[in-house]
C-alpha cells in the first residue's frame, strides 16, 4: 500500500506540525473516529505512530478519503493554510494532465486513435459539439453517479466522439468543474496486460514516471473513466460479488478490474463512459446500471454520396454507383461506418477501372468484401495475382483466424511469422492498407477494420484445412458455426455469414480465379451436417440465434439449401430490429414448408419511420413476412411480440390472419399495438382450431375486454386458455371476467396476474362460487391482493370443486392471509392439486398452516413456497407432516428461502418414509456439503423406485460439483438440475 501521495506526500504534510499539532492532530483523529463511523484504527497504534507511520495508516485504512480526513482535521487545529496549499498542488497535478492530454490529441492523434490527424486534430470544436457532449452528464434528480452508454457498430466513429470529449475537456471548453481528470482505457489495449491494478491503469496514461495516484483517487467523484471498445474483452461481466476488487493498489486480472468499475465496487463515486458494439451491450443485459445510453449512428445518407463522390471524383458515376449501392439494404447499411463506405466506393472504383460487373459485386455484402480483398493482391494491370500473392493472402487469413478464436485483433512480428507473413511482407500489406500499425505500438498491427480480419479468417476455412493451422486454437468450421449462432463471442459480426456468402457459385469462381484450382465443396456439407443436428438437439436449438442463421442463408441464395435447412427448423424465433431483418427473414421463411411454431417480433421498425418512400418500402418487406402465415399450413403455435404497428401494417398481418390456412392452435400478441380491435377478436371466433390465446403485455381497454367478452361467448370459439398477464386491467373489468367465468363452458385456464384487481376480486370470487364455472387453473400472481380477498378466495376453495391450480405468488399473503387460505384447504373435500405462494411474505410460523394442509390434504400434490423466509424452522415443520402418511405432495418448490445444510436433514428423513415426493427445488439456498452428501445418499436409496427424482441446487464451490458429479453417476433415476 502506498504510504505516500507522489510528489507532495502526506506525510510530509505531517511533518510540517510541530510537536503540539501532531498530538493535536492524533487526538482530533480519536474523535473523528469515534463521531463520524470511520473505520477503527486502533488508538494504541495511533497514539505511539511516528509522522511516517500516521501517514501509512491513514492510507491503509481510509485510502482515497484519507485526504479528506486530513483536510478535516488541518482545519480543526487551525493549520488550514496546509489544506489550502495541498488543494492547490492537487490542481497543479490536474492541470498538467490537462495539458499533456491537449498535446497528445493535438500531435500523437494519428498514433493513438488510428485516424489522420486532418480527419480530427485540426477541426474546431463548436457550441454546438459542446453543447451535445455536456447533455451526456446533464445532471439529474437521483442519477449520480453516471454511467453513459455509447453503443455503434465497430469503426463508426465512437472513438472519434471520446476524443471530442477528451479534447473538450482539455482545452477547459467544458468539465472543468465537473472533473479533475479524465482517463481513457482501451478494452483492446488493456487486456494484453493481463492483470492490473487500478493505479497500474492510470500510471500508463500519466506523462511523468510517477503518478499521483492516490491524490487523484482521493476525490473519486471527480474522475471520469472513459472504457473504449467494451467487446475487447469478451467477458460476461458476471463474477460474484466477492470477487470483485475496491482497492485501486490491488493487482487481478483486468476483466475483474474492470468489472470492479463497471458494477460499482471500485470508485463507487467515479463517472463512466463506456463504448461497445450493440452485441456487446446485448450480452451485457442488465449487469451494469445505466443513466443515459446513446446510439453513434455514423455517416447518414449524404455523408455516404459524398464518400463516393470524393472516391470516384466524376460527379455522375459517383451517383450512378452510389445509386446501385442504396439499392442493396445490407450494402448500404454497412455503410454507415465511415471506413467501411470508404472501402465499398474504393472496391467499385477498381471495378469500373478494370471493367468489372457491378451488379456482380454488389450481389451481398460477402461479394464486395471478396472482390475488395481479392483484387488488392491482384495488380492492376494483371488479370491474376503471382505465386507469391496466393501465400501472402493464404497466410493472412491464417493470421485472422488465429485472431477470431483467441480475441486478438493486434499481431505482432511473432503471430505474423508463425502464419506464414513474413517481415519482408508487413511494408506489402500495410502499403495496400489491408492492415495498419497499431495504434498503440509501433509492434503492433491490426486490419483496416475488424469485418476484414472476420473476412480473411472465413476465406481461410475454403482454401485450407483447421488441423494444418500452427495453432490448436484454430477449431472446426462446425465449431465456428455454433460458436457464431450462438453469439458466444460478441466480436463475431460477419464470421459465419461470410463463410456461406464465400460458397456461393460466383465468389467460388471468383477463388477458383485467384487460387487456380477448384476448391472443395466438403465445407458445404459439413455446414448442411451441422445444421441438421439443431433439430436433434433441444439444448442447442434454444441457444440458437435465428436472425444470424437467416443472415447466413440469405448470403448464401441457394434456394434448394435454404428449403433443405428449413426443413430442420419447424420452430421460429426471431427479432427484426432493422429493414435489412425484414427482408433477410421473408427470404428464409417463404422457403420453410415445414413451419410448426412462428415467433415474430419486429420492435419499432414500423412505427417510427416518417419517410412515406421508405415505409412503403418497408410495408412490402412486411407484407412479404406476413405472407408466410397463409402460405404455411402447418403452423400451430403463431406468436407476434414486442411489435410496435401503424394502421396499414396492422391490417396486412389482419389480412393475412384471416386467411383460412392459417389457423394456429395457440396464438400469442404480446406487446402489441391494436388496430380496428373489433377485426382483431374476430379471428376468435374465424379460427376454430384457437385454443390458447396469450395477450400478455398487451394493453386492453375496457372495451377491448367487452369485444373479448363477446367472443369467447360465441359459439364458434374454441378457447381453452387465456392469458392477460400485464394488460393493465383494471377491477371494472372483473364484471365482465366474472361473467365469462359463468358462462363460458370452454374456458380452462386464466392468468390475469400483474393486473390491479384487488376491489375486484369479490365479483370474481362469487363468479368461481358458481356451480356454472368450469375453470380448472387460475393465476392471480401480483395482483395488489389486499387482506380481505383471502375470504373470498377461501370461499372460492370450499366451493369449486373444479378448480385444481391456484396461484397467488407476490401478493402480500403473509401468515395471517395463509392461515385462512389453509383453513379451507385442510378440509377433506379440498380440490386443489397444485398451490404457488411465492414471494408472500410467509415465515417459519405460516409452515404451521401448511404443514396442516399437507397432513390432512390427499389432493395437494404441488407445494410451490419459494422465496419466503422460511428457514430451518420452517422446513422442518413442512418435513414432518410430509411424513404423514396421508400427504401425497409430489413436487415441493423451496427456493431462496434462506435454508442451510439443517434443512438437508429434515428433507433426508422426509424422504425416508413419503414415496411420492418426486421433485424438490433448493436453488439459491446455503446447503453446506455434509447436508447435500446426506441428501444425496437418501436419494440413492429413494431413487431406486422407477420415479425419475429431479433434485435443483446450488453449486456453491468446486467440492460441491465433483459431489455432484457423482452422484449422478451412482444413481441413473436421478435427474439434477444444478444452477452455478
Known sequence: MASFFSDFGLMWYLKELNKKEFMKFKEVLRQEIAESGLQHIPWNEVKKASREHLANLLVKHYEQKAW??????????????????????????????????????????????????ECFGNEDLTQDNCSRLWNLFVPKANEKPHTV?????SGVGKTVFLAQLMRAWSEGLMFQNEFSYVFYLCCHEIKQLKTASLADLLSREWPR?????????????????????????????????????????????????????????????????ITATPEAFEKLGDRIEYTVKNFVTGFNENSRRSCFQRVFQDEDTAQEVFTLVRENEQLYNICHVPSLCWMVA??????????????AVCRCTTSVFAAYVLNLFIPQSAHYPSKKSQALLRGLCSVAAEGMWTDNFAFNQKDLEKNGVFHSDISTLLNMKILLKSRDSKNLYTFFHPSI??????????????????????????????????????QWIFLGSFIFGLLHKSEQAKLEAFFGYQLSQEVKQMLCQSLEKISADKELRKQIDDMKLFY???????????????????????????YSDLIVAAYCLKNCSTLQNLSISTQDILWKENDPIYLRKLLLRWQDLCSVLGSSEQIQVLQVKDTYLDELAFLELYNHLKNPRCAPQTFQVNNVTLWYNQLFFELLTQ??????????????????????????????????????????????????????????????????????????????????????????????????????????????????????????????????????????????????????????????????????????????????????????????????????????????????????????????????????????????????????????????????????????????????????????????????????
Open 687 to 980: 379460427n376454430h382450431n384457437l385454443h390458447h390465446l396469450d395477450l400478455s403485455l398487451t394493453c386492453l381497454s375496457h372495451s377491448d375486454v367487452k369485444l373479448l367478452y363477446d367472443a369467447l361467448n360465441q359459439e364458434e370459439c374454441h378457447i381453452e386458455e387465456l392469458l392477460l398477464s400485464g394488460c393493465q386491467l383494471s377491477h371494472d373489468d372483473c364484471i365482465i371476467f366474472a361473467s365469462i367465468l359463468i358462462s363460458s363452458k370452454k374456458l380452462r385456464h386464466l392468468n390475469v396476474s400483474y393486473n390491479n384487481l384487488d376491489k375486484g376480486m369479490y365479483l370474481l370470487s362469487k363468479a368461481l362460487c358458481h356451480p356454472d364455472c368450469v375453470l380448472k387453473d387460475l393465476v392471480l400472481a401480483s395482483c395488489s391482493l389486499s387482506k380481505q380477498c383471502w375470504n373470498y378466495l377461501s370461499d372460492v376453495l370450499k366451493r369449486n370443486k373444479t378448480l385444481s391450480h391456484l396461484d397467488v405468488s407476490s401478493n402480500d399473503l403473509q401468515d395471517e392471509g395463509l392461515k385462512v387460505l389453509c383453513q379451507a384447504l385442510s378440509l377433506p373435500d379440498s380440490a386443489l392439486k397444485s398451490l404457488f405462494l411465492r414471494r408472500c411474505l410467509i415465515t417459519s410460523s405460516g409452515c404451521q398452516y401448511l404443514a396442516e394442509v399437507l397432513s390432512s390434504n390427499q389432493n395437494l400434490i404441488s407445494l410451490q413456497v419459494s422465496n419466503n423466509k422460511l428457514e430451518d424452522a420452517g422446513v422442518k415443520l413442512l418435513c414432518e407432516a410430509i411424513k404423514e402418511p396421508n400427504c401425497r405432495l409430489e413436487n415441493l418448490g423451496l427456493e431462496a428461502c434462506e435454508l442451510t445444510g439443517a434443512s438437508c436433514e429434515y428433507l433426508v428423513s422426509a424422504l425416508s418414509q413419503n414415496e411420492t415426493l418426486w421433485a424438490i427445488n433448493l436453488l439459491k439456498n446455503a446447503l453446506d456439503l455434509r447436508g447435500l452428501a446426506m441428501l444425496f445418499e437418501a436419494l440413492n436409496v429413494h431413487g431406486c423406485s422407477p420415479n425419475v427424482l429431479g433434485l435443483q441446487i446450488t453449486i456453491p464451490d468446486k467440492e460441491t460439483q465433483e459431489l455432484l458429479i457423482a452422484e449422478k453417476e451412482k444413481n441413473p433415476y436421478l435427474a439434477i438440475l444444478s444452477r452455478v
Open 68 to 117: 479528506d480526513v486530513t483536510f478535516r482535521i488541518f482545519q480543526n487545529i487551525n493549520r488550514k493554510d496546509l489544506s489550502e496549499r495541498a488543494a492547490e498542488e492537487m490542481a497543479g497535478h490536474s492541470k498538467m494532465y490537462q495539458a499533456y492530454l491537449k498535446n497528445m490529441l493535438s500531435h500523437d492523434w494519428s498514433r493513438k486513435f488510428k485516424i489522420a490527424i
Open 453 to 490: 480480419q472476420e473476412f480473411c479468417a472465413a476465406l481461410f476455412y475454403l482454401v485450407n484445412s483447421h488441423v494444418d493451422h500452427p495453432s490448436k486454437d484454430v477449431l472446426c468450421v462446425e465449431t465456428l458455426l455454433f460458436t457464431f449462432l450462438k453469439k458466444v463471442r460478441v
Open 346 to 359: 474504393t472496391c467499385l472504383n477498381d471495378e469500373v477501372k478494370r471493367g468489372g460487373h457491378l451488379s
Open 552 to 578: 447466413c442463408l440469405f448470403e448464401l441464395e441457394d434456394d434448394g439449401f435454404v428449403t433443405q435447412v428449413m426443413t430442420f427448423l419447424p420452430q421460429i424465433k426471431f427479432v427484426a430490429k432493422e
Open 209 to 273: 514516471p510517477s503518478a499521483p495516484i492516490a491524490e487523484i483517487v482521493s476525490q473519486p467523484a471527480k474522475l471520469l473513466f472513459i472504457i473504449d471498445s467494451l467487446e475487447g474483452l469478451n467477458c460476461d461481466w458476471s463474477e460474484p460479488e466477492s470477487e470483485l476488487c475496491d482497492n485501486w493498489m490491488q493487482k487481478c486480472p483486468v476483466s475483474i478490474l474492470l468489472s470492479s468499475l463497471l458494477r460499482r465496487k471500485l470508485l463507487p463515486e467515479s463517472s463512466l463512459l
Open 149 to 153: 452508454l455509447l453503443i455503434g457498430m
